[in-house]
């Protein structure tokens, strides 16, 4: 889904181009994730605007995944460790999002694997194959 475009600061950009750690920290002027993270704690006014910024972003592309394919969405990878606190904030702009009078809000999890979460998933479909667990019917 890297190539889907978004807007974002009045700018038109690809997922993969604003959705990342590495465009999240080049944005911040901070060398890893866990700085940012860290100035996020502080209040420091840039970061706390581009999370906020960055949090919005993906809330309305949750919604439009959603939207298409109606499926449940896990969110993994690098940031997946800190979506958990934010899992709420998260949720309630789904809802806004999605408020068309039938409750409906899009259904996401946050992935527990980390930054290998997407290769440790691809693995599990062959492994199943091969040990017959029935993941592929889930």
Same mark, same amino acid.
């Given at each position: ?44 006014? $840039? ?5 906020? #910024?960055? =949090?919005? *972003? &993906? +809330? ?8 298409? %394919? ?14 958990? $606190? ?5 949720? #309630?702009? =789904?809802? *806004? &999002? +999605? ?8 259904? %996401? ?30």
């Amino acid at each position: 889904f890297g190539d889907i475009m978004i807007s974002a600061g009045n700018k038109h950009q690809k997922v993969d181009e604003f959705l990342t750690v590495k465009a999240l920290c080049k944005r911040a002027g901070v060398k890893g994730i866990d700085v940012f993270f860290e100035r996020v704690a502080d209040n420091d006014k $840039k970061c706390c605007q581009l999370w906020d #910024e960055y =949090l919005e *972003v &993906l +809330s309305v592309f949750l919604h439009n995944l959603d939207s298409v %394919f109606g499926w449940e969405i896990a969110i993994g990878g690098s940031l997946s460790p800190y979506f958990a $606190k934010y899992q709420e904030a998260i949720m #309630e702009r =789904l809802k *806004v &999002l +999605s408020d068309d009078g039938t409750g409906y809000t899009p259904r %996401f999890q946050i992935s527990d694997l980390g930054k290998f979460g997407a290769a440790t998933g691809a693995a599990l479909l062959p492994i199943d194959a091969f040990m017959e667990f029935g993941y592929d019917k889930l």
